[in-house]
């Protein structure tokens, strides 16, 4: 699906607001509206709220894509002309139009919001899968396949083939009207469970190996109890004078009174009890929220994990070397124990590898990393050349993206990272003073003059589409005055990382916030944590004013929000995504090149098996994050982060755990400010694709 990049929507000052890629023949119609006005700072355009410019604006963006926010559609139909609005209306806004189609009958028939997104969704990959096809051609056979297919190759349950059932009848019975279609297609039946019960002498035996009277009562009345239950686990917050509450598993959050409050907090200080004891509207209350958990006996098994995953993404080190020396680089100058440039021959091998490895998946990504890997050009050519080729031979599509430092940023470069459609992150961090004292050339004089002038050259030809991805040490902890720099450079998205040390460091002294120099102390480190209320108001001000906000730390909380989609990893770390060095061994990811204990192989006797550890024993499933409440917005941070802290991989780094936790809460409490149509926009505002590790 393409994200709407035209908009219109109304603005604070009750004037009309206009977003939209840079294109001069608009530029110059816009320009003729009476009182427009240009905001850099916002960069959108704006006019006054009256038909006749409404009608205007529609007629300048005839047959283009355009979201137009439904208050404004509500004010001006009216008084709109039915042609204007229909040779706009003709191009889809946001989802294909027999999806749009669906949507709205759906809701005139008042069917529930959960309701018409998982119609929605199972409707979107059903066009997907038969596309280009139209759904008018498709016929009941090719139907029944596709329900077999997710059957048998998707390994769906009989519940969901059933709401994938309910969504294509809905689709062909009431709003193709086709419904000999689907008509004759049997549903599937759902699988009929028997309750996990005891039988008499499994409870005599339990009650016989119990020798202690008090333990026997305790099993007598817990054996009685039926409707007995126990809340949900939750987290509770208060924020800006609200409580608020998550459900951890459903990943729903509330904001709730005080009285409910103090509730919740008496029931979770006395533990279980049974119905009689709750009252009813409470009951209610807690039953809205899916915080009242019934104790049922039930055999759960454990989520079957696959031995292995696809590799779908490499970070090639085609230069472990690099012309700065900065304070905090975990691969030591770049040179990650062994100096040196990667020669053609490793490089292609890692592309085939990659192809080899990558088993069914058609999205293939090789990122370029070093130090610094442009003083490896050349080869990046050569790379993006053959793999293309490979990729195309075996019908697959390759992506690149490359983290520089900037300073070889030619005219040569710029231009050939344009044309491939490049990926770009530059480590840059923040202005003259904090970039030269934490990324200074090898002999100690500052980059950031040299630096800024290929970026800024750089970032001219994108427009600012380029991340920054700045590293927070002791000298740059002023966060809003890396972002307010970064800003002033014309950068659009930046990435704010605290420093770590290279574990070598971590596993052999053990204190990280008194060893190095750079290394920020704990009344800077409560800085940063207060500065994420900054990144959240800003973000709310973004979404408000339909722009983009500057960081996507808390973007990305509420993208989660929005989509309840759980996230079981941090990263692709050893599963789909590896390092590979100049002599092409393999590691879990790039931070950890060099680290012999670690190597999985290399490209030509490659260890799947060494994925398993990765698959099995990280992310959630970790012991203390699986009793996080905020875990399935983190998946387990990053390993290289607890390494590098505490000399092991199982154990978070606690520094991040609680940077997590508190975007999660400003998360939520952005999220409920947010109405209807701020929810909208964000559906449609996706995280950019990020191509770089």
């Known amino acids: 699906m393409n994200v709407v990049s035209n908009i219109i929507f109304p603005t604070n000052g009750n004037r009309i607001g206009v977003k939209f890629p840079y294109d001069e023949k608009v530029i110059s119609k816009l320009k003729t509206i009476p009182q427009h006005q240009w905001h850099p700072d916002k960069k959108i355009w704006s006019f006054p709220s009256k038909q006749e410019v409404y009608v205007q604006l529609l007629k300048t963006f005839e047959g283009k894509k355009v979201q137009i926010d439904t208050t404004l559609t509500e004010k001006f139909r009216k008084n709109t002309k039915a042609t204007t609005e229909n040779k706009l209306n003709s191009v889809p806004t946001n989802d294909d139009e027999i999806i749009q189609q669906v949507r709205k009958e759906l809701r005139l028939r008042n069917y529930s919001h959960k309701t018409i997104k998982a119609y929605t969704s199972c409707l979107r990959s059903f066009i997907k899968y038969f596309a280009p096809r139209d759904p008018k051609e498709i016929t009941e056979k090719d139907i029944r396949e596709y329900l077999l297919h997710l059957i048998e190759d998707k390994k769906l349950s009989a519940q969901t083939i059933n709401q994938v059932f309910n969504a294509l009848r809905f689709l062909y019975v009431e709003i193709l ?4 279609k689907i008509g004759s297609i049997p549903r599937p039946k759902k699988a009929k469970q028997l309750p996990v019960v005891l039988d008499k002498g499994e409870v005599l035996k339990i009650f016989d190996a119990v020798d202690n009277l008090k333990h026997k009562t305790i099993l007598m009345s817990n054996s009685l109890r039926t409707n007995d239950y126990s809340i949900s686990e939750c987290h509770k917050f208060e924020y800006g004078g609200k409580v608020f509450v998550l459900n951890v598993e459903t990943m729903q959050a509330f904001r709730i009174n005080k009285a409910l409050s103090d509730e919740l907090d008496k029931l979770k200080r006395t533990g279980d009890s049974s119905d009689e004891q709750l009252p009813a509207d409470l009951q209610e209350a807690l039953n ?58 490793t490089a292609f091998k890692a592309v085939d590898w990659l192809i080899e490895q990558s088993q069914d998946v058609k999205d293939l990504v090789v990122t370029f990393f070093g130090g610094e890997p442009l003083m490896n050009f050349r080869l990046i050519k050569q790379v993006v050349r053959y793999a293309k080729e490979k990729a195309h031979e075996c019908e697959k599509n390759v992506y690149f993206s490359i983290t520089t430092n900037g300073t070889l940023l030619t005219k040569e470069a710029i231009d050939y990272f344009n044309e491939k459609r490049f990926s770009v992150v530059i480590s840059f961090d923040g202005d003259l003073e904090m970039q030269n004292k934490n990324r200074p050339f090898k002999r100690n004089n500052g980059s950031n003059e040299i630096t800024r002038r290929g970026v800024r050259e750089f970032l001219e030809t994108r427009g600012g589409n380029v991340t920054a991805r700045a590293t927070i040490t002791t000298y740059n902890t002023d966060l809003k005055k890396v972002r307010h720099s970064l800003a002033e450079m014309g950068f659009n998205r930046v990435i704010l990382s605290e420093a770590t040390l290279p574990v070598t460091s971590a596993a052999e002294n053990g204190d990280n916030d008194v060893l190095c120099p750079y290394m920020i102390n704990a009344h800077q480190r409560k800085a940063m944590l207060d500065d994420l209320e900054d990144q959240a108001k800003e973000t709310l001000q973004a979404i408000k004013e339909r722009g983009r906000p500057l960081t996507g730390t808390i973007l990305g909380i509420l993208q989660i929000l929005r989509s309840k989609r759980k996230r079981k990893y941090f990263c692709g770390v050893g599963r789909g995504l590896v390092g590979i060095s100049i002599s092409g061994d393999v590691y879990p990811c790039h931070r950890f090149v060099g680290q012999e204990d670690l ?12 994925q398993t550890a990765y698959i099995k024993n990280y992310g959630v499933s970790q012991v203390k994050c699986s009793k996080c409440w905020a875990r399935y917005f983190c998946g387990g941070g990053c390993l290289h982060e607890a390494l590098s802290a505490n000399g092991n991989m199982t154990e978070p780094n606690k520094h991040s755990c609680n940077q997590l936790q508190r975007s999660v809460e400003l998360g939520i409490a952005v999220y409920d400010q947010l109405d209807r149509s701020d929810r909208e926009y964000l559906s449609l505002m996706k995280q950019p694709v990020d191509r770089t590790p």
Do not use: W
């Not at 009207?177 to 000999?180: D, I, N, R, V």
């Not at 190597?599 to 060494?610: A, I, L, N």
């Open 177 to 180: 009207k086709m419904p000999f």
């Open 599 to 610: 190597k999985m192989g290399c490209v030509d006797r490659f260890d799947p098996e060494s």
């Open 288 to 345: 809205k929220l899916g915080l009242l958990q019934r104790h049922q006996r039930v055999e759960e098994s454990p989520e079957a994990l696959p031995a292995r995953e696809p590799i779908k993404h490499i970070s090639l080190n085609v230069a472990q070397t690099c012309n700065l020396s900065c304070v905090y680089c975990y691969g030591v100058d770049g040179e990650y124990s062994q100096k040196g440039l990667m020669k053609p021959e």
